[in-house]
């Protein structure tokens, strides 16, 4: 048999994204009563690194079936580092340019990555957070339309539409339709959004809970607090949440460590919101399956001077 009949020449990196393993934190407390389990999705196996290679795609492959994004194009947008990496990722992957504005606090490692893939990069203030981000690359599209694709990550429906067709199909699956708690910290909204309402949808008894910081100034990179944010995301629907659950960022590193040193476990500080948030309710149930999302692995954050604190048994009481 010749080699090109015996490779699938077909598949490709786009091919990659999705269908990422459901992990179940056995380790993380060991007090949780024996009917109740807390499952993560571990979204770095995405080859993008994080859960936002699913946004990505979709917003760019919308773009390109309404003719917004066509060859020559770039594709610009505002990131706090993960979306960014997935459109440089992906847009290399499809023969797009990036052109992107961030925090100019944004880990070194996430700048060199973005950067190594190609993307242009348009740094802004930091202690405006990712409303000044968003405002430059608006007024850089308002001012050159014709040469960039704006995916508007904050607006963009395929943006949640994305978890409503793979995230939460592939969490519905994964649990055998047994999943009761949703958990989800709030960026854009999209993976909340869109997952939870899948998710309501199969089991109009699961309960949705969003995840964001303790007030307007945090460490949590990606991570809005909505009522002091100046730029509400326009996909967030703040009814869909039973309740959002408030995390402290020295929580959120807290539990970074933890689950390194206890599930072996390297991911984010979101990643780690997101734990913190889920033990918590997973704390006050008899009986239950509460999943929630590993937005992406550590590998981004390790200059971070959080990893270095702690006695490897911080974050129990979490």
Known sequence: MALEERIDRRRTLIDLVGNTPLLRLARIDLDLPP?????????????????????ALWMIRDGERRGLLRPGMRIADATSGNTGIAYATLGAALGYRVTLALPANASPERLRILRSLGAELVLTDPLEGMDAAIRRIRALVQEYPERYFYPDQYNNPANPR??????????????????????AALGT?????GTGRFLRAQNPNVRLFAVQPDGPYHALEGVKHMATTALVPGIYDPTLADAIIEVRSEEAFAMARRLARVEGLMVGVSAAANVVAALRIARELRRGVVVTILCDGAAKYLSDHFWDDGDGRDGEGI
């Open 35 to 55: 009917d109740v389990a807390v499952y993560a999705k571990a979204e770095w196996y995405n080859p993008g690194g994080s859960v936002k290679d699913r946004p």
């Open 162 to 183: 994305a978890h409503e067709e793979s995230t939460g199909p592939e969490i519905w699956v994964q649990t055998g339709g047994q999943v009761t708690h949703f958990v």
């Open 189 to 193: 909204s999209g993976t909340f959004m």
